[in-house]
């Protein structure tokens, strides 16, 4: 069945410092969501990207959809401790209502 | 605005018990959703209801049941709970769309619940 990986699961950085995670997915998808988790909270929606090759931003956040529709990534430039959670991808199985969600990426920042 | 709204928020149960999950939400929204997350393992879909009166397996379904009551309501029920089933229990909601694939999830705050 359709699968979605994220890497790493786990990274510490210094505030100040940049983070990327990383989304693959075993099926190509019609969109990609984004959502963050903060620690003891529920995930929240962050994004969704639809269209191949696909760059949106938000403030210091930049999310790619790849050319193959297949993986995405999150970039966050200048980590704050505001930053600190889970990130998860999540892709939809065409033309249904069920989403497979990435394992998530832990993000610890270090002040 | 309350959004989707979960019931109990914490709930300790011994092995063989049973409970109901609630979930209400207030969006309107057409589908519902079940989840549940564990560490390294992210959310995993346990049910889900495309609309009212309907009902249908995701990933983890086994020990599980659910009852869409209304639009507005999706419960979960562990029969007869067991330790693997400790877990935060996450409901979740979506708007209808003409393709559903392009709906986005709105959460509730979770229930964490330990099976001893």
């Known amino acids: 069945g359709q699968q979605v990986m994220q890497i790493p699961q786990y990274q510490h950085v210094q505030e100040g410092e940049d983070f990327t995670t990383y989304c693959n997915s075993s099926t190509t998808l019609s969109n990609i969501q984004w959502y963050k988790q903060r620690p003891g909270g529920h995930p929240v929606f962050l994004i969704q990207l639809v269209k191949s090759g696909e760059v949106k931003k938000q403030k210091r956040l930049t999310f790619q959809f790849g050319e193959a529709k297949k993986n995405s990534s999150l970039h966050i430039t200048a980590t704050q401790t505001t930053d600190v959670g889970t990130y998860f991808c999540a892709g939809p199985t065409s033309g249904t209502y069920k989403y497979i969600f990435g394992t998530g990426t832990r993000l610890k920042v270090l002040a | 605005n309350a959004g989707v709204t979960q019931t109990p928020k914490f709930q300790v149960l011994k092995t063989g018990q049973s409970m109901t999950l609630q979930c209400a939400q207030d969006?309107?929204?057409?589908?519902m959703y079940w989840y549940r997350q564990d560490p390294g393992m992210g959310l995993r879909l346990i049910y889900y209801?495309?609309?009212?009166?309907?009902?249908d397996k995701g990933e983890v379904p086994n020990g599980y049941n659910v009852s869409r009551l209304n639009k507005r309501e999706f419960s979960l029920r562990l029969e007869s709970a067991a330790p693997s089933q400790t877990s935060v229990y996450f409901c979740a909601s979506t708007e209808g769309r003409a393709d559903p694939s392009f709906s986005t999830q709105h959460f509730g705050d979770g229930t964490r619940l330990s099976i001893l």
């Open positions: 969006m309107n929204h057409n589908s």
């Open positions: 209801s495309a609309s009212e009166g309907t009902t």
